[in-house]
């Protein structure tokens, strides 16, 4: 769980600091207070998923593949949840990462 939750915040910390250029591990790091090594594992995945894609060398870092991903696309690319749960992943396909940081509920 807290991977899970960790993972919805460094992508909610991505989208908002996201302006085009890649965003280095080091800086999501400052921001979520997350170490680099937990971070690399978390982003991983997240590339795996496609949520991101990284740019190597220098001024690298990582850039969103989709803008403004759900708590659903975030949550499966993390973990396996077993089929009781899909019920939730749907309800929050409708869920942008990005609101969770202004505080706004979903309108689906």
């Known amino acids: 769980m807290k991977r899970v939750v960790a993972s919805v915040q460094v992508v909610a910390i991505l989208n908002r600091i ?8 080091a800086s999501i790091s400052k921001e979520s207070k997350l170490s680099v090594s937990y971070l690399e594992q978390i982003f991983s995945k997240l590339r795996s998923s ?34 009781s749960f899909e019920p939730v992943l749907n309800a ?5 990462v990005a609101h969770l940081m202004q505080g706004k509920s979903p309108t689906p």
């Open 18 to 25: 996201y302006n085009g250029s890649p965003v280095s591990i």
């Open 92 to 96: 929050l396909e409708w869920v942008p």
């Open 50 to 83: 496609e949520i991101v894609t990284s740019q190597r060398g220098a001024g690298g870092g990582y850039h969103l593949s989709k803008a403004n991903p759900s708590v659903a696309d975030v949550v499966r690319a993390v973990t396996h949840t077993p089929d």
